[in-house]
């Protein structure tokens, strides 16, 4: 049973940064993927970006490129987001969501396990 523990939201200013961790346990095979995925106020999900864990293949949208970093630190089993240059619109609720053999690593509508978010919010 995988588990996946957001952390690292907060209230951060335009033009600041913030770094989120996904602690993920109970992987039992191989061929997942962990991505970042939020949701603001009144929208849908949008993926932000993905990582296929034992791999630097990493998958970025394109409203983000240029001002997020996915990594994955297999000591502690955490996968991190960065987020540079905050604005508004990233305000969102994020969360970090992983399954396995994905076609579409930043379609939300492919992850079937998801953590509880964490809470980013850009003033």
């Known amino acids: 049973h995988v588990q996946l523990v957001e952390s690292g939201g907060g209230s951060v200013e335009a033009g600041g940064s913030v770094r989120l961790s996904c602690v993920a346990s109970?992987?039992?095979?191989?061929?997942?993927?962990v991505a970042w995925i939020r949701q603001a106020p009144a929208k849908g999900r949008e993926g932000v970006a993905s990582?296929?864990?034992?791999?630097?293949?990493?998958y970025y949208a394109d409203s983000v490129k240029g001002r997020v970093a996915i990594w994955q630190d297999n000591a502690n089993n955490t996968i991190y987001l960065q987020v540079n240059y905050l604005r508004p619109e990233d305000t969102a609720m994020y969360y970090c969501?992983?399954?396995?053999?994905?076609?579409?690593?930043?379609?939300?509508?492919?992850?079937?396990?998801w953590g509880q978010g964490t809470q980013v919010t850009v003033s």
């Open positions: 969501a992983a399954d396995r053999l994905l076609m579409r690593p930043l379609d939300p509508s492919e992850y079937k396990c």
């Open positions: 109970g992987f039992t095979e191989s061929g997942n993927y």
């Open positions: 990582n296929y864990t034992g791999t630097d293949r990493t």
